[in-house]
Nanobody
């Protein structure tokens, strides 16, 4: 199983980035997908998740209205569109998958760095 995240980079505050995560080795449509992040010196935190067929998305309060999670089951890919970025969004972003969208996340990607400068 592999989750390959990409799309990170350095942007100024107010800018946008789109993260992608391609999954292999799993039946993608059977997994709920999520994005998490970890800032320097902080614990990893939940950012967003999306259900099996993309019918429902959930967000942490700090990103609501700015981030959008989506998925393309035909491409085994989950996306995170990040707009109006703030310096406090700086972190390593990880994608994760959990079978049947239940319980703990089973698989994690390697992370992609997002840096937002003021």
């Amino acid at each position: 199983v592999q989750l390959q995240a990409s799309g990170g980079g350095s942007v100024q505050a107010g800018g946008s980035l789109r993260l992608s995560c391609v999954a292999s080795g799993i039946i993608f449509s059977r997994y709920g997908m999520g994005w998490f992040r970890q800032a320097p010196g902080k614990e990893r935190e939940f950012v967003a998740r999306i259900t099996l067929i993309g019918g429902t998305a959930y967000y942490t309060d700090s990103v609501k209205g700015r981030y959008t999670i989506s998925r393309d089951n035909a491409k085994n890919t989950v996306y995170l569109q990040m707009n109006s970025l703030k310096p406090e969004d700086t972190a390593v972003y990880y994608c994760a998958a959990r079978y049947r969208d239940l319980g703990q996340f089973d698989y994690w990607g390697q992370g992609t760095q997002v840096t937002v400068s003021s």
